[in-house]
């Protein structure tokens, strides 16, 4: 029988494009066992996001750090990628189908069954989930 708690990993990266590769690995890892595709999807979207807190937030000149929240619940995982925040910038879906950039956030939302963000004073959490 399951208990419903939720099995939370948390690890936090440093704002250094190299990381992406760390926490696709993380994830890898926190998925082990799970289907191929599920795992690849994953991993996906953690790059997506990973490298868009790093690239687009004010975490490269604040504390340097961007954080990687696996959560596992019963029926999916939900993982959330965590950064300072922006005074400029939030995350924006770029549907222009031309634009040699701005496919991150597409594809997070086509590779997952729910995705969002939330801003506040602390920062922005970009999040997305997938069933099991
Ligand atoms: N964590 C974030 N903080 C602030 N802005 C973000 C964040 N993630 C995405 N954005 C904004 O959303 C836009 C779209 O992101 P994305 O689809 O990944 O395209 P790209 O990274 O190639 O610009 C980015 O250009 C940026 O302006
Ligand atoms: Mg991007």
Redesign the pocket.
């Known amino acids: 029988m399951s208990t419903g708690t939720p099995k939370l990993t948390e690890i936090q990266f440093r704002c250094d494009a190299e990381e992406v590769s760390r926490a696709r690995a993380a994830t890898r890892r926190r998925l082990r066992g799970k289907s191929q595709e599920l795992i690849e999807r994953a991993e996906h979207c953690v790059s ?2 990973i ?3 790093i ?3 004010a975490s490269q000149a604040t504390s340097g750090l961007v954080s990687l929240v696996l959560i596992e619940l019963d029926d999916r995982i939900r993982v959330e ?1 965590i ?1 300072d ?2 005074e400029s ?6 549907e222009d189908p031309d634009d040699e ?6 594809i997070v939302a086509q590779l997952s069954d729910d995705w969002g ?1 939330h801003l506040d004073h602390s920062g ?1 959490n ?1 999040w997305f989930e997938l069933k099991f």
Do not use: K, Q
């Open positions: 997506e996001t490298a868009n807190a690239t687009h937030s990628v950064d925040g922006s910038n939030r995350p924006t879906v770029i950039t701005g496919r991150g956030l597409v963000f922005c970009v």
